[in-house]
Nanobody, 126 residues
Framework: QVQLVESGGGLVQAGGSLRLSCAAS????????VGWFRQAPGKEREFVAV???????YYADSVKDRFTISRDNAKNTVYLQMNTLKPEDTAVYYC????????????????????WGQGTQVTVSS
């Protein structure tokens, strides 16, 4: 069993930066891929980024070159550094772990993930 707790959200002006954290419990967390998703009001939850335990990471086109996902397995924490924020980045951001799926790109599907955090609000003002 893994529990995920996000933090670091808040209100920021356009062009600013935030760093989100996803702290996890569970001895096997380091072996899981961990993703970030976001959901704006009235919209579906969408993929932001994912990182496997070592190496591979993917980003949504909308955040590529602005967001960076990283993890510190020793601290059981995954981070999402968000730079050059835009008003359209406003959403509740969720971290998720352990995508159990096969097939190209399945890591981008919310239904693939077993564990979810409660979310943290990010608001970007124009």
């Amino acid at each position: 069993q893994v529990q995920l707790v996000e933090s670091g959200g808040g209100l920021v002006q356009a062009g600013g930066s935030l760093r989100l954290s996803c702290a996890a419990s569970g001895r096997t967390f380091s072996s899981y891929a961990v993703g970030w998703f976001r959901q704006a009001p009235g919209k579906e939850r969408e993929f932001v980024a994912v990182k496997w335990s070592v190496g591979t990471r993917y980003y949504a086109d909308s955040v590529k070159d602005r967001f960076t996902i990283s993890r510190d397995n020793a601290k059981n924490t995954v981070y999402l550094q968000m730079n050059t924020l835009k008003p359209e980045d406003t959403a509740v951001y969720y971290c998720a772990a352990d995508p159990r799926c096969s097939g190209s790109g399945c890591y981008a599907l919310p239904t693939s993930y077993v564990y979810w955090g409660q979310g943290t609000q990010v608001t970007v003002s124009s």
